[in-house]
């Protein structure tokens, strides 16, 4: 975390630096408290890159971590296969650039409801003593490790490859496909021909000359209706980090149960706006390129097209519907206020909140921003 400079040396309200880190994060044992019950030597370590990268550099010490249980058992074997009820591993999002400190626990809902797999999630309150006494470090989400206990739970078969893609080389685009970018989480004995056999189908001449097989090929080897209900409502809720816009936040699972690929979101914090970077894709993809061609060619094809469609009406009108997406906002916003804002709430250097306020006007923008994307969906497809 060196790298990123000395802390709080970007506290003006410039843009931090953009440098990101590809060393490996280093695990460090500490003792985890929760109702009262200890859990020994559990190896913890910061996470992420832009979350953390900013964090650090203004000063707010209210940084992303993970967690693995079992990590020392090598050293400690009094530890052996320990777990946090059934959890091996958990990461928790520090809600950076969130003011509302709840798309992390909401996004992932949007998507299960829909049918699309996606990790669960829980508010947490999280207190660290690193040397100068317990400090409240804020509000977190606790986020299940897809690899580690997702799979099992929403999967009914679940010893198929866990695919975690990073980097330019897994857009797909046939200029920048690389394997190395396709981090395999188990299964560390099996080859990477299920990423490849889905490269060759998506990219097969036939989606010119042939369509129909085109479709058929392709859908032997990916869950092309799973992945087109998650662009369904990643397009409709908006999230510029992800596949799109940028290579990662996303997972890969290869079910054996019909032997294709399925696609699964992470990393939600930057959903449910606009975005950077140029912002979100729109709804109809159409400025997407052949650069992101599980998008381009996917939706250049009719078929595919009209269910895309058929899932967009059906996320503003049930998974994103807004009178259903206001009670949540506003059921969350109570669940969490008194340890957001107020005396209980987070403290200056712990948070991203400037003031109380920012808190329940960012529950209002949510509320604003359903309502206008689903009148943006319901224009589109008529």
């Known amino acids: 975390i060196s790298k990123y400079g000395t802390f709080g040396s970007n506290t003006g309200g410039g843009p931090p630096m953009m440098e990101e880190s590809s060393d490996n994060p280093v695990y460090v044992p500490c003792s985890l408290y929760f109702n009262n019950i200890q859990w020994y030597k559990v190896g913890i370590r910061f996470k992420g ?128 496909f690389n394997l190395s970018y396709f981090e395999k989480k188990n299964n560390e004995e099996t080859d990477w021909s299920d990423v490849e056999s889905l490269f060759d189908a998506l990219q097969s001449e036939q989606r010119i000359n042939n369509p129909a097989e085109w479709e058929n090929s392709l859908e032997k080897v990916f869950n092309v209706n799973g992945f087109l209900k998650w662009l369904a409502v990643n397009s409709t809720i908006q999230n510029w980090d992800t596949y799109g816009k940028m290579t990662h936040n996303y997972y890969l699972y290869n079910d054996p149960k019909n032997n294709w690929l399925t696609w699964i979101p992470w990393d939600n914090n930057e959903a449910l706006q606009s ?41 503003v009108e049930s998974a994103f519907e807004p009178s259903k997406m206001t009670t949540k906002y506003q059921y969350y916003q109570s669940l ?47």
Not at 159 to 165: A, E, H, L, R, S
Not at 291 to 308: A, F, G, M, S, V
């Open 49 to 176: 890159n832009s979350s953390l990268r900013t964090s650090w550099q203004k000063g707010i010490w209210k940084i992303p971590l993970r967690l693995n249980f079992d990590k020392f058992e090598d050293i400690y074997p009094q530890i052996n296969n320990q777990r946090f009820y059934g959890f091996k591993e958990l990461s928790l999002s520090s809600c950076y650039d969130d003011k509302s400190l709840i798309r992390e626990k909401v996004v992932p809902e949007i998507f299960r409801d829909m049918g699309v797999p996606a990790p669960q999630t829980s508010f947490c309150r999280i207190y660290i003593d690193y040397g100068e006494g317990e400090k409240y470090f804020g509000l977190y989400t606790i986020v299940e490790i897809v690899e580690d206990t997702m799979i099992e739970d929403q999967f009914t078969e679940t010893d198929g490859n866990v695919y975690k893609p990073e980097g330019n080389g897994a857009s797909f685009a046939s200029n920048a």
């Open 275 to 315: 975005g950077k970077m140029g912002g979100a894709i729109s709804i109809s993809c159409d400025e997407v390129n052949d650069n992101w061609p599980l998008i381009r060619y996917l939706l250049d094809d009719e078929e595919y097209l009209q269910k895309y469609k058929i899932y967009l009406a059906q996320v």
């Open 336 to 382: 969490i206020r008194e340890y957001a804002i107020g005396e209980n709430g987070e403290q200056a250097g712990y948070t991203f909140l400037s003031n109380d306020s920012d808190f329940d006007s960012a529950i209002l923008d949510l509320i604003a921003h359903v309502n206008n994307r689903n009148d943006a969906v319901k224009n589109y497809i008529n």
